[in-house]
């Protein structure tokens, strides 16, 4: 990744780490075109809820759908408890 894409990628990060739906949703799709990301596939999933969850019309159902089918039952767990402690670690309990 050069650098420029690098900083918007992280910029992506950052502001979604805010609680933005639109950012979370951009920062999903920068992990998932990242080869070398750590657990892409379930990093991709949390930002994708995140941002579902804050507006329900940020992420098209397609895209969900697509991704929830090829996940395994385990995955959405984990990814759930992952979006759980995030919103923990955010707006506390």
């Keep these: 990744m050069n650098a420029s894409i690098e900083k918007m990628f992280q910029s992506s990060i950052e ?24 657990n892409r596939r379930l990093e991709t999933l949390k930002w994708l809820f995140i941002a579902q969850l804050f507006d329900p019309q940020t992420v098209p159902d397609k895209v969900l759908d697509f991704m929830h089918y090829g996940s395994t039952k385990e995955e959405v767990e ?9 919103f923990i670690d955010k707006f506390g309990k």
């Design 78 to 86: 984990r990814v759930s408890q992952m979006v759980e402690v995030w």
């Design 15 to 38: 502001i979604a780490e805010l609680g933005r739906p639109g950012w979370a949703y951009q920062a999903a799709a920068y992990i998932n075109s990242s080869d070398h990301y750590p």
